[in-house]
């Protein structure tokens, strides 16, 4: 029997199995630097919010929308930095030739991935929340912040598996995937309302996953839960982005 297990190559253990290594994969290159974590997810999003706070009205729930935008700009990062660019590390230095002549399936190596996007996402969220008791933000968190982050999590992770398949060199890739979600984040309606936007933000806010996002987190925030359509168009926005990733990751020996 312990012979047949070994000779598995395939079926519902497998899958589970190759994932948890692929987890293990991406997380413990990072692990020995945690602080670049803590760094991405504090140093770029808190300036910004302050800066949008020094010309708000004191309003708990700007307030709330400021934090929103902040949350989304840290997990932005934080995806960008231990998603793409280790992807992007593992397809141009050979080990994903590796990973795929193991043998481990696109399913399971995306499984994983989606697993360590998560882990990333969470972090992020701790130390944002942690500052938010920090900088004085009235928040009353409701079980839809959940939800509404990991959707957040899975469409960012979506779209930069996609764009970043596009790179001809590992140079371009840390680049782009640096870029990609930072850049979404800056032209996309996160830190302020759709009404307040200038008129072609408005225009992008239409079609940008992340003013959804920015709407969903600022209401759960605040204490509310009925937010059925943003989730709804988070969770389009991360089928179809984990879709296409999926589609455009390489997946051959060669």
């Known amino acids: ?19 948890y290594a692929v987890l293990e994969l991406h997380a413990l290159p990072m692990i020995r630097q945690w602080y670049l974590i803590v760094l991405g997810s504090v ?20 307030w709330q929308r400021l934090l929103a935008g902040t949350l989304i700009f840290g997990v932005a990062f ?13 397809r141009f230095l050979g080990h994903l030739k590796l990973i795929i002549t193991m043998p481990v399936s696109k399913s399971a ?24 008791f920090v900088a004085g933000v009235e928040i009353s968190p409701t079980w ?17 598996l996609f764009v970043m398949s596009f790179a001809p060199s590992l140079q371009v890739g840390n680049l782009i995937a640096s870029l990609v979600a930072i850049v979404l984040v800056i032209i996309s309606p996160v830190y302020f309302t759709m009404e307040a936007a200038p008129l072609p933000l408005q225009w992008f806010g239409y079609v940008s996953p992340l003013r959804y996002a920015a709407d969903a987190i600022a209401a759960s925030l605040g204490g509310r839960i009925d937010i059925g359509l943003e989730l709804g168009v988070l969770a389009a926005y991360a089928l ?3 879709g296409l990733g999926l589609w455009r990751l390489p997946w051959r020996e060669t």
């Open 240 to 242: 179809v982005a984990m």
């Open 43 to 62: 140093i770029f999003p808190i300036p910004m919010f302050y800066v949008f706070q020094a010309i708000a009205p004191d309003d708990p729930s700007i």
């Open 1 to 19: 029997m312990a012979r047949s297990d070994a000779l598995n190559t395939s079926g519902p253990r497998k899958l589970v199995g190759d994932a």
């Open 109 to 132: 190596y995306v499984v994983g991935t989606l697993a360590f996007t998560s882990v990333a996402g969470v972090l992020s969220t701790v130390f944002l929340l942690a500052f938010a």
């Open 78 to 90: 934080s995806t960008a930095m231990l998603v793409g660019q280790q992807i992007v590390a593992q």
């Open 144 to 160: 839809a912040l959940a939800p509404s982050l990991l959707l957040t999590v899975l469409a960012l992770a979506g779209i930069v």
